[in-house]
């Protein structure tokens, strides 16, 4: 009997260490840390329900009441690929590749969780740009979808993909269009086709060049005939007559021993006795 009152604890104790674990429990029950890129939105049981008018929680540790909740979100940008079947505007089946950057705002983190919920990626992401892509690419033939449009119809498609999540709590940063399969034989249509054009237009700038030349060809010889016939009209026979003098006379300063007779055949100088 006196072994067995040497083993109780003082009664004073025994509370301390009732209040220790049972704030041991509420401080493991209220600890929530949130991750970095990440917020939580907190939801208070009696105090009514998801807190919209307030800031999302932000990366760290936070100590809040054991009753209530927090929904932890990852509020930096995030990729969506999406491959869907689409129909071209003359109904031929097109597989369209696409991504899509986004993510949600963080100041209507709470708006988002409580209208949308935590899947709001399968709610309205997903369905916003297959939307999108089927009306932007109902616009074009698939000739336009394969070649020249691409940059277009990526911009057309961000366009309307963010004007249906405007007011969706989402912040979309951009739509790509990685890769537009069409059916094998319009492809090898369409693919013959643009070869026909690139030889079609090569051929015309043969044609082009040539034409050039023989442009440049006909105006040099017109200058050149042209040039002939102002030298020709203006070459008199005394011009003639004086010009070759005057190369006679040139001829006749060498030393060379020559005898020199004026008055020639033509009227012009004879040069005799050339050693």
Do not use: C
């Not at 277009?152 to 739509?175: A, P």
């Amino acid at each position: 009997m006196a072994q067995q009152q040497q083993l109780q604890l003082p009664k004073g104790l025994i509370g301390i260490i009732a209040i220790v674990i049972v704030g041991l429990i509420i401080i493991t029950k209220s600890a929530v840390t949130i991750d970095s890129g990440k917020a939580g939105v907190l939801y208070k049981t009696f105090g009514g329900g998801v807190v919209t008018d307030e800031p999302a929680m932000g990366e760290g540790f936070h100590i809040v009441a054991p009753w209530n909740k927090v929904y932890i979100y990852e509020v930096r940008q995030q990729e969506l690929f999406e491959k869907m079947k689409v129909l071209s505007s003359n109904g031929l089946d097109i597989i369209l590749e696409t991504t899509a950057w986004y993510m949600p705002k963080n100041e209507d983190l709470g708006k988002l969780h409580q209208e949308k919920g935590e899947n709001y990626l399968d709610r309205i992401i997903k369905p916003a740009l297959r939307s999108a892509a089927r009306s932007v690419v109902g616009r074009y033939t698939p000739e336009q979808l394969y070649s020249s449009k691409r940059d277009i119809i990526q911009n057309e498609i961000f366009d309307e993909t963010k004007k249906i999540l405007d007011n969706q709590y989402i912040i979309l940063n951009d739509v790509l269009v990685r890769d537009v399969t069409l059916p094998p034989t319009i492809k090898d249509a369409i693919e013959r086709k643009l070869k026909q054009e690139q030889e079609s237009l090569e051929y015309e700038f043969r044609l082009v060049t040539a034409s050039k030349e023989a442009e440049k060809v006909r105006i040099e010889a017109q200058g050149k005939a042209d040039a002939n016939r102002i030298l020709s009209a203006s070459l008199t026979d005394k011009i003639l007559q004086d010009k070759g003098i005057e190369a006679t006379l040139k001829l006749a300063e060498s030393p060379n021993t020559k005898v020199v007779v004026v008055g020639g055949k033509d009227g012009l100088p004879l040069i005799l006795g050339n050693n």
